[in-house]
């Protein structure tokens, strides 16, 4: 299998409307974010609950990254060999059947278990929703698309941890995972009333050779990697947020699991009031246009975290800079995504695999590195600026590079 072998698009497929892929889409991307967002207000009390301490409970986090993170390398190319839909399906019984394990776990050993098990479940849905995408639309639909799917899903992870802490409040932890349950058991339902294949099912393409020359003309491709850098710093901070904000807010500001949902809502909120303005600017403007303006707000989230090595925490002076940082990331993904995918068609589930591989892969290892730091406040001062420094680099490398016309 050559990088230049035609596109295994099914032909006699139904063009799925783009709305009806955006929905879908997004509903695939969500269960990740839910599956962390509702989860992160209850991780004071989980604590409590298996009697363990702040290190072991981070540690949920960790796993949930790292089973998200290197099980996008199979569910991608899996889904070009067997077909996207019976993948999403057999991956979100994964996700069902661990958030059970984790609501009936007897201890924080299997509870860590199921939530990597969770996390492998989910992984799919990154690398699917954008394989789709590809499959089925290209030029300027595909960023629209892309722009819409992040619409629709700034809502989940905006609400995820406000229904998160009210569920804690009032139903106690092992709620959000029956929550958990049934939302995977909703997706797989979506799958298979909503979703039509979209690749022709080719099983040569579960070979070990053929996978490694797929990521090997993924890694080549000084096209590909420099876009996926470019995600990865901006979205990656995002995921390392996700570990060090609960410890921040709920530990070193006093939040309630309740008021920390809320709090969250200015990410979430940026994100979706930036992708709103996105897709009225594209209606002026190309897509690739927007990057550079998205960085320059995420270099300037990523200055106003580094006032964080002066003075005291504050919930204005924490938050402030990540609604900074989350109104920019809505205006680099479209262009970026549809940059990284557009040259590989036929192994568009390895691609975005590869990519989704390497947002969460940033968020593992950032969030790693914050586990390191006594103190969460300068953990965000330092990693989250880093990651900000690496995607403007990384999209400058990329403006560098021949510019690829999609045919």
Not at 47 to 64: I, P
Not at 242 to 262: E, K, Q, R, V
Not at 280 to 295: E, H, N, T, Y
Not at 360 to 382: H, T, Y
């Amino acid at each position: 299998m050559s990088v230049a072998e035609p596109a295994m698009i099914r032909p006699d497929a139904p063009r799925m409307s783009a709305l009806r892929v955006s929905l879908i889409g997004a509903l695939f991307v969500a269960i990740g974010p839910i599956g962390m967002a509702l989860y992160t207000p209850a991780m004071p009390e989980i604590v409590h609950a298996f009697g363990t301490t702040q290190g072991v409970v981070k540690m949920t986090l960790t796993l949930y990254f790292a089973g998200f993170a290197f099980a996008q390398l199979i569910a991608g190319p899996v889904s070009d060999a067997l077909g996207r839909r019976p993948i999403i399906t057999a991956f979100m019984g994964i996700f069902g059947g661990a958030s059970l394990l984790a609501l009936f776990a007897p201890n924080i050993e299997v509870f860590l278990i199921a939530r990597f098990l969770q996390g492998v479940g989910a992984s799919a849905g990154v690398a699917i929703s954008r394989a789709i995408v590809r499959d089925q639309f290209k030029g300027n639909e595909s960023p629209e698309i892309m722009n819409l799917i992040g619409i629709i899903l700034a809502i989940a992870p905006a609400l995820s941890p406000t229904i998160g802490g009210v569920l804690v409040t009032w139903a106690g932890w092992q709620s959000l995972f029956l929550a958990m349950t049934l939302f995977g058991g909703f997706v797989v339902a979506v799958t298979h009333f909503g979703l039509h294949e979209t690749v022709i099912a080719d099983r040569s393409r579960l070979k070990l050779r053929a996978l490694m020359r797929s990521y090997g003309a993924l890694f080549a491709s000084r096209h590909f990697m420099t876009a996926a850098l470019t995600i990865a710093g901006a979205l990656g901070a995002v995921y390392t947020q996700a570990t060090i904000l609960p410890f921040i807010l709920m530990g070193d500001l006093g939040l309630s699991p309740a008021h920390f949902g809320l709090a969250m809502i200015l990410q979430s909120g940026s994100f979706f009031i930036g992708s709103l303005t996105v897709r009225r600017l594209m209606k002026r403007f190309d897509a690739s246009r927007l990057v550079a303006p998205g960085l320059g707000f995420i270099l300037a989230g990523s200055l106003a975290f580094v006032t964080l090595f002066w003075g005291e925490p504050s919930l204005l002076r924490v938050m402030g800079p990540i609604g900074l940082y989350s109104f920019g990331v809505s205006f680099v993904m479209p262009a970026m995504t549809t940059s990284a995918l557009a040259p590989f068609p036929h192994i568009a589930g390895a691609a975005s695999s590869l990519m989704g591989f390497m947002q969460m892969g940033a968020g593992l290892v950032m969030g790693s590195l914050a586990a390191l730091f006594p103190d969460p406040v300068i953990a965000a001062a330092v990693l989250i600026p880093t990651m900000g420094v690496v995607a403007s680099l990384s999209y400058a490398i990329f403006r560098r590079l021949p510019v690829y016309a999609e045919p």
